[in-house]
């Protein structure tokens, strides 16, 4: 899906000669790439603390085979 953004060309520029790649569409792809990871890690990591645990639960019983 072609695509008409108005990029700044010096952050551009700047992500190029960071993350060492040939082509802005690289560059761009990897950006966002990076960027969906990270908010998917914010989501996890906004977790701690709110799951509840049962204390009682054997994790060994569990993998014990039929």
Known sequence: ???NLA????LLNAAL??????TKKETVNLALAEFI????A????SLFG??????DYDYKKARERA
Do not use: C, F, N, P
């Open 1 to 3: 899906m072609a695509s």
């Open 50 to 55: 709110k799951i509840e645990y049962d204390i």
């Open 7 to 10: 990029i700044d060309q010096e």
């Open 37 to 40: 990871q990270r908010r998917k």
């Open 42 to 45: 914010a989501e996890v990591l």
């Open 17 to 22: 000669e960071t993350g060492g790649l040939k």
